[in-house]
């Protein structure tokens, strides 16, 4: 009984904890993390401060958390095909960065400006930066589906992980300028196909 009843709570708290993470999704996407305090997160979530505070106590530990929810759902998704062998490497790349460009041109509920403020007012190590690590693992799964590619004649290229770093680094400059001085759906495909069009390239 004792047993089945700490079951219980424990899904309870569960449910509790991925709220507080949803809701404080919605507030970073949409004030950036630098002026974001406890109280606002209270007020979204409609919990008293230390019903927060069991969960949480700091705005960083809880936009830690939503990065890496957002980074695991984002593991889940596309990158499941390349190993699911129903889909070509040209079309899982393609499919990669249709993803990619919604990403880019999304303008409710990014949390793009709150990433950049965060890494700016925050000192990481390499083991806690989930953006970078994020970063580096899609960079292998690229370069796999592009050696891939070569291997069954899709694509063309001399260095798949130059290659993927270098696609990359394409989309996180994309990210900043739509964020920044903004940019077209026009713009974004036009760098997408570059991207193809360099791998599909003739020897």
Request: glycine fraction near 8%; aromatic fraction near 8%.
């Amino acid at each position: 009984m004792g047993g089945y009843g700490r079951q219980k709570m424990s899904e309870k708290s569960q449910r509790k904890k991925n709220l507080i993470i949803e809701k404080a999704r919605q507030v970073f996407s949409e004030k950036g993390f630098r002026t974001v305090t406890m109280k606002d997160i209270v007020e979204a979530c409609e919990i008293s401060r230390g019903g927060l505070y069991l969960y949480f106590d700091s705005t960083e530990s809880l936009f830690k958390e939503v990065l890496k929810t957002e980074s695991e759902e984002a593991e889940d998704d596309v990158f499941e095909k390349a190993v699911s062998g129903k889909m070509t490497s040209a079309e899982i790349l393609a499919l990669f960065l249709k993803e990619q460009k919604k990403e880019i041109l999304k303008k409710e509920g990014a949390l793009t400006m709150a990433i950049y403020e965060f890494y700016f007012a925050t000192k990481l190590s390499k083991r806690d930066n989930i953006l970078r690590r994020q970063f580096d693992e899609a960079v292998l799964v690229i370069e796999k589906l592009i050696a891939d590619g070569v291997e069954n004649g899709e694509f063309y290229c001399e260095d798949a992980k130059g290659a993927a770093r270098n696609i990359m680094y394409v989309l996180e400059g994309l990210k900043i300028r739509s964020q920044t001085v903004g940019i077209s759906a026009g713009e974004v495909n036009h760098e997408i196909m570059y991207i193809m069009r360099g791998l599909v390239g003739e020897e």
